[in-house]
């Protein structure tokens, strides 16, 4: 059921609606979510189907034009796409301004919002061309600057794109590859990447792409809200959930203490959650945590690392929540988040890159949901307050 306020903004009411659990900032056509049956869709396609039958740079194309692409449509897309791979040589000095150990996280905020000083011939907000060269120039650079941004925390040189290989393999081969050794990417780990891509490249309304909608909105540079996307993205409750998903299994350490942090997470008074368990919108399973379960299986026995420590806790701990009452009752799944950090790391991604992953996928969310927010009717975003301070008082006379 929808109430539509708007009339009665101008009046002086307004809803007051914490957290916005029921409050829609926008119209979408891009995604479709029935947390209850646990139903994502991307422009009618349900996301099982794209992960299992389609690619990233295809769903790429999907959420920016709203339909599949043609086979022509699709090589030309993927062409266009290859050619914006490059950073501007001059980024690549930016990274010397970071300590080796800081956050991936802190370095993509920088570095991205730095593009927004660059590129400054397609930045008319009302071109529906240069809004579509801004796409390609994120969806492109992404993986060069996530793939920089590990390399430099190793100490390594940074690895230029390889535009004959596909969007997955050219990341892997930017992170593992070395100017003086060969790297053979494997595809069942370039497949497994893809399928992360997918299942992270859009969840309508979360808290970085209501940023993203929202600073974009005041018609800012698209490269700084895309930061602004990234910034928001970083916290545990939102995309650090797969970083602190892997942080959580090391801290339970063996699979004899699982009880001990299961009782933890149901304290009232004990701030502690299971990360990787719950969602705002899903209160059934999360469909992209099937897909990314299954992947995470073929991910381990292509790997024959099945009995990987870590690995067991988290079987174990997905088997003991999922029959535990307090989560069976609060309907407490576990999401995307618990899966994929697995599979990263079975990869050999380092934890603290995890988010970054997450970034580098959702970019096409963020991007598409401020193309949408720009080639409709709009408005800045202006949410409403409800002031608890004090009423009217005289300043102390002295
Ligand atoms: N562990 C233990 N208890 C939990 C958890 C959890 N992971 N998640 C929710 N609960 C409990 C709450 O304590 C609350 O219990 P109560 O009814 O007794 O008070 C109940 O379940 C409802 O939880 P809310 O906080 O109301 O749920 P909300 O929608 O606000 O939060 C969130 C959703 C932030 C995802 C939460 O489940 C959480 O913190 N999960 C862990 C972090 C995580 O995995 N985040 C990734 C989200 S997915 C994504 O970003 C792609």
Redesign the pocket.
């Known amino acids: 059921d929808v109430i539509d306020v708007r009339p009665l903004t101008g009046q002086g009411l307004f809803t007051y609606d914490p ?1 916005f ?1 029921s409050t829609a900032a926008c119209e979408s056509k891009l995604t479709y979510i029935d947390g209850g049956k646990g139903i994502l869709l991307h422009g009618g396609y349900p996301i099982e189907q794209l992960a299992n039958h389609s690619d990233y740079l295809e769903v790429c194309y999907l959420l920016l034009n709203g339909e599949l692409p043609t086979p022509e449509e699709k090589e030309e897309f993927v062409n266009i796409v290859s050619n914006h791979t490059m950073v501007h040589e001059q980024m690549s000095h930016f990274f010397n301004g970071f300590r080796r150990d800081a956050h991936p996280m802190a370095i993509m905020v920088a570095c991205v919002g730095a593009l927004s000083a660059f590129y400054h011939d397609s930045l008319d907000i009302n071109n529906a061309h240069h809004r579509e060269v801004c796409a390609y120039r994120l969806i492109a650079k992404m993986p060069t600057l996530a793939a920089m941004c590990y390399k430099y925390s190793i100490g390594q040189p940074f690895m230029y794109p390889r535009n004959e290989l596909s969007y997955a393999e050219n990341f892997l081969h930017m992170m593992f590859a070395t100017p003086c050794g060969e790297y053979k990417v494997s595809p069942t780990l370039a497949r497994a990447m893809d399928k992360i891509f997918v299942l ?1 490249a859009d ?1 309508e309304q ?2 970085s792409t209501s940023t993203v909608r929202l600073a974009g909105s005041s018609g800012a540079n698209p490269f700084a809200c895309i930061a602004a996307g990234i910034a928001a ?1 970083w916290g ?7 970083e ?2 892997l942080v959580m299994l090391e801290e339970i350490g063996d699979e004899e203490n699982i009880p001990e942090f299961i009782e933890r ?2 304290d ?1 008074n004990d701030p ?10 899903y209160r059934n399973f ?1 469909p ?1 945590a099937k897909v990314m379960k299954q992947t995470c299986d073929e991910v381990l026995a292509e790997l024959g690392i099945e009995n990987d420590p870590l690995l067991k806790i988290a079987k174990r701990l997905e088997q003991i929540a999922l029959e535990d009452e ?2 069976v009752e ?1 309907k ?1 799944y576990p ?4 899966y994929s950090g697995i599979i990263l790391k079975a990869i050999g991604i380092p934890t603290s890159m995890f988010t970054v992953i ?1 970034a580098l996928s959702r970019t096409i969310g963020w991007i598409s949901h401020w193309n949408e927010f720009h080639s409709s009717p709009n408005k800045i975003g202006r949410p409403r307050q409800l002031y608890t301070g004090p009423k009217f008082r005289d300043y102390p006379s002295k």
């Open positions: 957290g659990v992270h969840h979360n808290a993205l545990p409750a939102h995309g650090g959930a797969n602190a998903v997470a149901k009232p502690f959650r299971l990360m990787g368990f719950g969602h705002r919108v999360d992209r307090y989560f609060r407490l999401n995307v988040d618990f997450f």
